[in-house]
RNA sequence: GGUAUCGUGGCCGAGCGGUUAGGCAGUGGUCUGCAACACCAUCUACAGCGGUUCGAAUCCGCUCGAUACCUCCA
């Protein structure tokens, strides 16, 4: 880490020095999807926000437990007794049972995830498979007073919580603004007050997820899982919370609330957000009906799309911008990534062929310390982004015999390159996949050949090979030195 | 109505009071059998109006505009 870390927390909408609650310990929980969809763009930026996070982390020697849950519960659709539970009406439309459709879009989320190269969590638990720590969680708040139960249903009273904690802490709201908000209210509400917030519902007949509690059957309240998983594994209190920034209010802040409620005790030390991504300068969502999904981008079958653009290109796209702001999607931009990506992984090759001279034109240990103060400011990838193509020039130059490095900067020049390309931002070259080193000897092959018609002057023959290998991906690179090959990504 | 964020050159995006961000695209060169790659050089900025300051894209105020949250949403 070589320096401080500083990390954006939203509960001070302050950047804060990072120091973990136990020494060389984090644990962080992160919300992860609900899974009664396709992934889409919107999911791959919390997961890869949150994935440099902990790459940084274990890479600075934390032993980090990164924690992401999988809401397979569903939530309410909407707090009225008419709300339904999401994927029990998905799985009625289906006509599938709830945990098949859960099953096949956690299978599409992990491959989904796996192809942008974002590591698992540590632990991944499921909503389901935690309905008795939630109703622990809830006997406790009533216990403490903080619930009342009505027809089978708890709500957590907010403004009895408000009299003993601060509500809204986290999003900055105040409950006497809240209250007075001109949301309409359903007449047939059960609650005290429309701020309380269910943390069981009761469940009708026709509900097809429902457990077994103190208070009849039904289940869980849309917060529930997140403050009951993430204490069961990160404990009462635990280090980062990350989330997109959607989820701020009321998500967020009623985990705060609960765990308030429950333990007298604040659940999270930094809370960190990442923003969104939008398409025309709208939010990217499933409820906007606006989103592409990450199979789409991969296979390049969606109208708004005029290419496939692969998984690293999707990743390198996401990691130029910093994570706290929107990202706007567009042809153009996933385009200028792509072939900066391209240029990018082409100098990871290239350094690998450079040799040393007694001479040294750079100051290697400058531009290192470079890259990891932007990574200390908040996770700067932009910035430290910026900072490899420095180098990238420094590696083309040298290569191009314009420059001259020595032994000793060589060496930590290519020890940083593996160090942030790979193991910080997660990139790998399209080369690495499928048998590298029959890929590798077949090249040499073709490359040898193509040598030939060239010495020869049969150039027709020369730029067969080259056309038609671009086209299937493979792109030829004639130096002074001979020929040498880069797998392009799109 | 409340809360928060933001408005940077052709596009995407950094910038946290004083020094070239960076990528892509464009232009002119070098290299090449031609090209691509690479290298060298180069062109477009800080929504508007005030204020603070020796100095502001950066701080403050106002105006205009955009977005997100206040229902599930990454």
């Not at 707090?79 to 289906?94: H, M, P, T, Y």
């Not at 026709?206 to 069961?232: D, L, N, Q, T």
């Not at 034109?361 to 900072?387: A, G, R, V, W």
Request: proline share 3%.
């Amino acid at each position: 880490m070589k320096n401080k870390l500083y990390i954006y927390n939203t509960l001070s909408r302050k950047k804060e020095e990072f120091s973990s609650l136990i020494k060389d310990y984090v644990g962080m929980y992160v919300c992860g999807p609900t899974v009664y969809g396709d992934p889409h763009l919107g999911h791959a930026r919390p997961a890869i926000t949150f994935d440099i996070v902990f790459r940084y982390l274990q890479n600075n020697n934390y032993k980090v437990r990164y924690v992401r849950n999988i809401t397979d519960a569903g939530h309410l659709e909407n707090d009225s007794d008419e709300g339904e539970d999401k994927i029990s009406k998905k799985a009625r439309l289906e006509q599938l049972e709830p945990m098949e459709i859960v099953q096949h879009y956690t299978i599409s989320y992990h491959k989904a995830m796996e192809h942008l190269n974002c590591l698992p969590p540590s632990i991944e638990p499921r909503a389901t498979g935690h309905i008795i720590e939630q109703i622990e969680m809830i006997k406790k708040i009533i216990k403490n007073g903080y619930a009342y139960e009505v027809n089978g249903s708890v709500y957590l009273d907010v403004r009895k919580y408000n009299e003993d904690y601060n509500y809204g802490v986290l999003s900055g709201r105040n409950l006497d603004d809240t209250l007075e908000g001109t949301r309409k209210l359903d007449g047939q509400n059960e609650k005290r007050s429309h701020v309380d917030f269910a943390i069981w519902k009761n469940a009708p007949k026709e509900h097809i997820m429902k457990w077994p509690s103190p208070w009849g059957v039904g289940f869980p309240g849309w917060h529930m899982e997140c403050s009951a998983m993430s204490e069961k594994y990160l404990g009462k209190t635990f280090d980062i919370h990350g989330g997109g920034n959607d989820l701020t209010f009321p998500h967020h802040e009623a985990e705060i609330t609960q765990s308030n409620a429950a333990h007298n005790c604040v659940p999270v030390k930094y809370w960190m957000h990442n923003n969104m991504i939008t398409i025309d300068g709208k939010k990217m969502g499933k409820s906007l009906g606006n989103f592409i999904t990450l199979a789409d981008f991969f296979s390049g079958s969606h109208p708004k799309l005029k290419q496939e653009y692969s998984p690293m290109t999707i990743r390198f796209f996401i990691l130029q911008a910093h994570y706290r702001g929107t990202l706007d999607f567009s042809n153009k931009a996933l385009q200028a990534s792509s072939k900066g990506l391209n240029k990018l992984m082409g100098a990871c090759e290239t350094i690998l062929n450079i040799s040393s001279s007694e001479k040294n034109d750079f100051n290697i240990q400058e531009l290192s310390d470079k890259c990891y103060n932007s990574m200390n400011d908040d996770f700067n990838t932009p910035i430290l982004i910026s900072h490899l193509f420095e180098g990238v020039k420094i590696i083309n130059s040298v290569n191009d015999g314009t420059a001259q490095i020595d032994k000793e900067s060589l060496m930590l020049l290519k020890q940083l390159f593996q160090f942030f390309v790979f193991d910080i931002l997660g990139l790998k070259s399209n080369k690495e996949t499928g048998d590298k080193n029959t890929t590798n000897e077949i090249m040499e092959l073709i490359l040898k050949l193509r040598k030939k018609a060239k010495d020869s002057k049969d150039f027709a023959t020369a730029d067969l090979i080259r056309n038609d290998l671009n086209e299937v991906g493979i792109e030829i690179k004639d130096g002074r030195e001979g020929s040498s090959w880069q797998a392009k990504s799109k």
